[in-house]
């Protein structure tokens, strides 16, 4: 199981922000849309994450009571998806890349 820190504030101007990552050397990589959806039930939060290119379902609390949660839906560790959304959008877009290329 993938363990990253992540942090979130919020942005009170998006083109502000995007300015300030642009100058001190970050450039886009992806951009999709997703709708997210968490429910909690002692501690442990379940998401449903929709996007283009595939729906997920997120697991995050105790490591225990993760799996428990898993073998009740009747998961397991190696069901787990550890590549983080951008590289996932970015196979799907080089999926549809090369479907198109070989319907020309």
């Not at 100058?23 to 939060?45: D, L």
């Not at 290119?53 to 009740?72: C, D, Q, V």
Request: proline letters at 2%; aromatic letters at 8%; zero cysteines.
């Amino acid at each position: 199981m993938r363990q990253d820190m992540v942090l979130a504030t919020k942005v009170d101007s998006m083109a502000v922000m995007k300015k300030i990552l642009r100058r001190i050397g970050f450039r886009p990589v992806s951009k999709y849309a997703r709708h997210h959806t968490t429910w909690e039930v002692g501690g442990t939060k379940v998401s449903i994450s929709e996007f283009l290119f595939g729906t997920y379902l997120e697991i995050s609390g105790e490591a225990e009571h993760m799996l428990h949660l898993m073998e009740k839906f009747g998961l397991t560790l190696k069901d787990s998806i550890t590549a983080p959304y951008e590289e996932l959008h970015r196979d799907y877009r080089l999926q549809k890349v090369a479907a198109k290329t070989q319907l020309s």
